[in-house]
């Protein structure tokens, strides 16, 4: 794998960011918006509710972590489509570039455009609600790694879809995160689901995160076996996603699709 190859294609998409204020407004514009939603919600329900001592924390920072998650995927397709929509995605694979460069490319510059939009949300956050996610103290690392590791794994598969499919697929790309969110429990515990649900709700890492979340707020506890499951599920996506990329892409190369994609 060469460094250089990875740090180029790496900083295209960087120049691309920095040199279009609508794409900066658009990555701080929702995270802020969602840290406004929630908080003002949650601080109706503090209000009218006793369940949780501590909603608008808990909420809010369920919200905050769902936007990076959220965030991380996006910005991984929204790079993938961005070289499909700039008719550079055959130049792409033509260029002497390892499928595993361009994938390590997309992942680094990912966490870029995921930050630009964290950021604000976070310290928004503080002032307004007085909520801050650093309350979760280390874990709080952990469980972004996690987060990121799968919302990459997300990525990885929509792009495949889009080398199987074509642009047509390009619609999955916004909708996946929100298939998931329902059995993820990121606003309420698991056992919220029916029993079936729970069972394959704990297959995916969101709900080892998000009920590790609400452990360290609510109990001022920390379950480190919960968020190494979490790690380690994200990890299992993870290499699923570049096993279901590679094979979409070697796939595509044969049925000589791969070229129309950009057209």
Known sequence: ?????IYGLSLRHIYL??????RILDLIYWPSIQVFLWGFISKFFTISSSYYNNTVGVILT????????FRSSISYNMMFLEEIWSRNFTNLFIAPIKISEIIAALTMTAIFRTMIGLVPAVFLAIPLFGVSIFKL????FFLLIALYIFGISLGLLVTAGLLRFGPSFENIAWASLFFLAPLGCIYYPIEILPNFLQIIAKILPLVHIFEEMRNILINQTVNNVAILKGLFISLIYFFIGVAIFYAAYFGAKIKGTLINIGE
């Open 137 to 140: 103290g280390i874990p709080l």
């Open 1 to 5: 794998m060469r460094w250089h190859k």
């Open 62 to 69: 369920a919200a905050i972590l769902y936007d990076f998650l």
């Open 17 to 22: 960011i920095k040199s279009s204020f609508p």
